[in-house]
């Protein structure tokens, strides 16, 4: 007799063997920054909003090595905040090329030393340039000497002068 052969398949006992599943790939934040927010940032921040200071975010007070933080504004100036001391150093630029240091404890104190450093005429040490108008005011408030004036302090200046002695070899 011939054995009949099924088409149905037996189930295996052996379990099947999968490939494993994949991980997913997290995210992942580029660093652009601290890896923390120091207390005197926190601090600086908390107190600048007090003051009604423009706002300024935590992470824009950069730590300095002697302990306080600065924060710099578009505009070129700088504000600094040390520990235990009340209020803010302001340093403003102005247009003669200096920077102006002011002490704040408020936003109007911040303003008046935006607005004081912006209308700065100060040269500042540079050598001054002067226009038409300016060299013949200053050239009429000079005192014209004679020549006899000259002499004359030449040779007080001469007999107040005692002459000096060689040192011996």
């Known amino acids: 007799m011939s054995r009949k052969s099924s088409t149905k398949q037996r189930p295996s006992s052996a379990p099947k063997k999968t490939a494993a599943p994949t991980r997913a790939v997290l995210p992942v934040r580029p660093h ?9 940032q926190i601090r600086a921040a908390y107190t600048a909003r007090l003051a009604n200071l423009p706002l300024i975010p935590i992470t824009a007070w950069t730590p300095q090595p002697d302990g306080s933080v600065r924060a710099h504004f578009p505009s070129g100036a700088t504000l600094t905040h040390t ?3 009340p209020g803010f150093d302001a340093l403003t630029p102005c247009p003669q090329g200096a920077v102006h240091h002011d002490h704040i404890t408020t936003g109007h104190d911040l303003h008046a030393a935006a607005t004081t450093a912006a209308h700065c005429t ?3 040490g540079r050598p001054r340039t002067l226009t038409l108008a300016q060299a013949a ?4 408030d000079t005192q014209a000497l004679t020549r006899n004036d000259i002499d004359t302090g030449l040779a007080n200046r001469a007999a107040d002068e005692t002459p000096k002695e060689h040192p011996a070899p």
């Open 122 to 124: 100060q040269l500042h």
């Open 32 to 40: 652009t920054g601290p890896e923390f927010i120091t207390e005197h």
């Open 83 to 85: 520990p235990n001391t």
């Open 137 to 140: 005011t200053t050239t009429a």
